[in-house]
Nanobody, 115 residues
Framework: QAQLDESGGGLVQPGGSLRLSCAAT????????MAWYRQVPGKQRDLVAV???????NYVDSVKGRFTVSRDNAKKTVYLQMNSLKPEDAAVYYC?????????WGQGTQVTVSS
């Protein structure tokens, strides 16, 4: 059964950086567009960044210039480098396929931005 395992979250001060990883046990990982999503309590899960199977990237406006999504198809892993973090970036971060959600959600990784 396919599984998505997010890691790399933690507590960071405003302006700090984190690098999230998502290891995917997906049979043909390289064929999927992948994305990072985030969710805060009481709100819907929102799209943050997308990386296509070909490596093209797209970001929501609020993270453009600060976040970078990348992937390593050999390792079946997608990354999210987050720089210049702001308190409003605090959330649980998840990865999954995009635009259709093909797999069950992982446990996510908590990002806390606080001084």
């Amino acid at each position: 059964q396919a599984q998505l395992d997010e890691s790399g979250g933690g507590l960071v001060q405003p302006g700090g950086s984190l690098r999230l990883s998502c290891a995917a046990t997906i049979l043909i990982f390289s064929t999927y567009d992948m994305a990072w999503y985030r969710q805060v309590p009481g709100k819907q899960r929102d799209l943050v960044a997308v990386i296509t199977s070909g490596g093209a990237t797209n970001y929501v406006d609020s993270v453009k210039g600060r976040f970078t999504v990348s992937r390593d198809n050999a390792k079946k892993t997608v990354y999210l480098q987050m720089n210049s973090l702001k308190p409003e970036d605090a959330a649980v971060y998840y990865c999954n396929t995009h635009p259709e959600i093909h797999y069950g959600w992982g446990q996510g990784t908590q990002v806390t931005v606080s001084s």
